[in-house]
């Protein structure tokens, strides 16, 4: 099973600071990456796919990089909407697993 | 537009069954492959399985592989999933979702919740 680390755990900012989140698999997962938003009692939406293609109706201030084990999720300036927990997951093998979350939260 | 509605949760005791279900519309169901994905009380996210747009391909996760059984009914637009031998660590809210050809799973249902509890 491809274990997905991220980082880190919880990330204090303000609105209008840039966010930078990690997240680092145990193997290879090509460029097969996701990233997930969820809000609290809220179910999970796709932010961005296949390492670096945001979803539809995704602000382009989010962005996704990286390849092979290590990915980062950018949020360039952040609004009062983006505060959430982030996913990665990953589809390069089964079993397809998550990683644990990064909590974005107002400093 | 797309929806997806889950069904089916409640609150059961150890060692039994239930069986959760996914409405779809707003889309050709058919055309889909499906996942559910759970989510314990204040966890994060876990992949429980998935299905092929016919129904042929089945993926679980170790952790309820021989337990659970994901299936569809394309003619009702319908994911299901038959969760046996359930334990208190299976509850969590359900969520079922769309993959999109394989990249990722752009729509979510809004979950059920299954607690094991006696």
């Known amino acids: 099973e491809i274990v997905l680390t991220q980082s880190p755990a919880t990330l204090s900012l303000s609105p209008g600071e840039r966010a930078t989140l990690s997240c680092r698999a145990s193997?290879?997962?090509?460029?097969?990456l996701a990233w997930y938003q969820q809000k609290p009692g809220q179910a999970p939406r796709l932010v961005i796919y296949?390492?670096?293609n945001r979803a539809t109706g995704i602000s382009a201030r989010f962005s996704g990089s990286g390849s092979v084990t290590d990915f980062t999720l950018t949020i360039s300036s952040l609004e009062p909407e983006d505060f959430a927990i982030y996913y990665c997951?990953?589809?390069?093998?089964?079993?397809?697993?998550f990683g644990g979350g990064t909590k974005v939260e107002i400093k | 537009q797309v929806q997806l509605v889950e069904f089916g949760g409640g609150v059961v005791q150890p060692g039994t069954s239930l069986r959760l279900s996914c409405a779809a519309s707003g889309f050709t169901f058919r055309n889909y492959a499906m996942h559910w994905v759970r989510q314990a009380p204040g966890k994060g996210l876990e992949w429980v399985a998935g299905i092929g747009y016919d129904g042929r391909n089945k993926y679980y996760a170790d952790t309820v592989k021989g337990r659970f059984t994901i299936s569809r009914d394309n003619s009702n637009s319908t994911l299901l999933l038959q969760m046996d031998s359930l334990r208190a660590e299976d509850t969590a809210v359900y969520y079922c979702?769309?993959?999109?050809?394989?990249?990722?799973?752009?729509?979510w249902g809004q979950g059920t919740l299954a607690t094991v509890s006696s």
């Open positions: 979702a769309r993959d999109v050809s394989g990249t990722a799973w752009d729509y």
């Open positions: 296949d390492t670096s």
């Open positions: 193997q290879s997962v090509s460029h097969y």
């Open positions: 997951q990953q589809r390069s093998n089964w079993p397809l697993t």
